[in-house]
């Protein structure tokens, strides 16, 4: 009974995590975390003229690194991030899975992934699950898009290749990137993430 009683809340824990909605903004905006290259950066730090796009990422999830069966988003990353560039748009990569520190994303393996990947964005450690938490991130990865007032825009995710059902491909982050870049409002505003859990760690009520 008392492990099921910890179960049970430790599993309403993880429901109770709030979801960023659409015009809503983006909290931890000044919290700094450390890069792959040891700078401290924060959301307000990171965003420029025309926003800011956060990907909650890792060095080993199936559906960023790739698989026989999906060839991965993070070999998009670049582009995205080049485009947001472009136009004036900042971009980041943030590693919440606390639950796997001590194995494939550690920071020293963050390095070495964001090294083997020549990542040309900020690739930050996300200490204690605490930003995915504040924006109630589900998926490696999970994209939020912050306009220039960090206000939501866009989010869920990069495209959906992932649905082998579909008609046609539609490139959600891309298109949402050209539309604030020209000033126009975005068509798909809100999609569903798909990708690996976050790996979080909770820690059981003393009973």
Not at 172 to 189: C, D, E
Not at 192 to 205: D, F
Request: charged residues 20%; aromatic residues 10%; proline residues 4%.
């Amino acid at each position: 009974m008392k492990t099921l009683f910890s179960i049970g809340i430790i599993l309403l824990t993880l429901n109770t995590w709030a979801q960023l909605r659409i015009n809503d903004k983006a909290p931890m905006q000044n919290v700094e975390m450390k890069s792959v290259n040891g700078t401290l950066y924060s959301i307000s730090s990171l965003k420029k003229d025309k926003g800011l796009i956060v990907i909650f990422s890792c060095n080993s999830c199936p559906f960023v690194v790739g698989s026989d069966d999906f060839p991965g988003w993070e070999m998009q990353y670049d582009s995205l991030n080049n485009e947001a560039l472009a136009n004036n748009i900042g971009f980041v990569l943030v590693n919440s899975n606390e639950g796997k520190r001590a194995q494939a994303d550690s920071y020293e393996e963050m390095i070495k992934h964001a090294k083997e990947e020549n990542y040309t964005m900020p690739y930050v450690l996300d200490e204690q699950v605490a930003l995915a938490n504040a924006f109630g991130a589900k998926t490696t990865p999970h994209v939020y898009f912050f306009d220039q007032n960090l206000t939501l825009i866009y989010t869920g995710s990069i495209d959906n290749s992932w649905d082998k059902g579909r008609k046609s491909d539609q490139a959600y982050l891309f298109n949402a990137i050209k539309a604030q870049g020209k000033g126009k409002k975005i068509k798909t505003t809100t999609t569903e993430p798909k990708g690996c859990g976050i790996k979080r760690v909770v820690t059981p009520p003393k009973n």
